[in-house]
């Protein structure tokens, strides 16, 4: 799709659309552009008051709802802080909120955005289904957004278009598309959470056993890599060094409170041998278990501050 951006005035809107009523909407801008790598951002074809310089950012009097079809790069607000934006990403932008947007220098993007405001707008993002400060998901190469964004160039083009219909059709198109990418990204991160938990719960009711993560994937109905990966996204270790954790910690409190040998902790924990047993703990808690039982004796509370250790 070429390059193309239109900005409008209010008296162009309405010459464009005699005789059309009220729909609600009122369409200020809408473009498509491909901004080159190692090029300053954004490019200076862009009036006031839509061009910013990244240090200041920028306040607009309008929604905006902007797709990146293509590239990398950060977007900032005050309400959700500095984010990546990957290819795909979809973000709304609301009237009176400060933020600011800019691809990956080396990179570049692709980027479509329309501009609107309204009382019908306004409607929408009272409703519980959209959080105007929040929006912001990923929709993937999706070439029906693509398209109704193609529609409404076209539509610019003919003299005899309907524009404040189409448009106003367009937007409502547009966000439902988004809205719906968004229950489907929200159902899919529920039932990571849900499955990661439910891991947890099994290696904590099996912290003596060797667990099989490749079975319980299996069980899941997931890939072992996907299990893994999202174990690790959750919970910033991977399920083995969670299992190694808990069972570590485990016979820390054995150490600290009981009379059995090191040897008889090592098999109660789960560990092969001895050797190995001692071997792991002293890579983690940085002593041996017996030097760890002696220091325990000589501070009897000092057990309690190391606890953490276990999971660094």
């Known amino acids: ?9 209010t008296v162009e809107t309405a010459d464009k659309c005699p005789g059309e009523p009220d729909w609600g909407f009122e369409i200020m801008n809408i473009g498509h552009h491909i901004h080159l790598p190692y090029q300053p951002y954004p490019d200076q074809a862009h009036p006031e008051p839509y061009s910013f310089d990244w240090a200041e950012g920028r306040v607009l009097n309008e929604y905006q709802l902007i797709y990146i079809a293509s590239g990398t790069g950060v977007f900032e ?8 934006v990957k290819p795909g990403s979809v973000f709304l932008i609301a009237p009176g909120l400060w933020h600011r947007y800019t691809p990956t220098f080396e ?3 692709e980027e479509y955005w329309i501009g609107f405001k309204g009382h019908y707008p306004e409607y929408l993002m009272k409703q519980e289904c959209f959080n105007k400060y929040n929006l ?6 999706n070439s ?11 539509s610019l083009k003919s003299d005899r278009a309907p524009i404040s219909r ?14 719906s990418a968004t229950l ?3 159902k899919q ?10 891991l947890k719960l099994k290696i904590q009711e099996q912290w003596s056993k060797q667990i099989q993560i490749k079975d319980l994937a299996k069980q899941y109905h997931v890939s072992y890599t996907w299990l893994r990966r999202s174990f690790r996204e959750l919970s910033g270790i991977s399920p083995g060094q969670y299992h190694l954790n808990l069972k570590l910690e485990k016979a820390c409190q054995m150490l600290a409170g009981s009379d059995m040998t090191i040897s008889e902790i090592a098999f109660t924990t789960g560990f092969a041998t001895e050797f190995h047993f001692s071997r792991i703990f002293k890579k983690k808690m940085s002593m041996t278990p017996s030097k760890y039982r002696f220091e325990l004796n000589k501070i009897p509370n000092l057990f309690l501050n190391n606890y953490e250790k276990v999971a660094s």
């Open 1 to 9: 799709m070429e390059p193309y951006r239109k900005y409008f005035t």
């Open 77 to 84: 607000s005050e309400s959700l802080g500095m984010v990546a």
């Open 107 to 109: 990179c570049g993007w």
């Open 136 to 141: 912001l998901t990923n929709i993937g190469l």
């Open 144 to 154: 029906e957004f693509v398209m109704v964004f193609g529609k409404l160039f076209e």
């Open 166 to 179: 189409i448009f106003s059709c367009g937007v409502m198109q547009l966000l439902g598309i988004a809205y």
């Open 184 to 186: 489907f990204n929200d």
């Open 189 to 198: 991160q529920n039932r990571k959470e849900d499955i990661v938990n439910n």
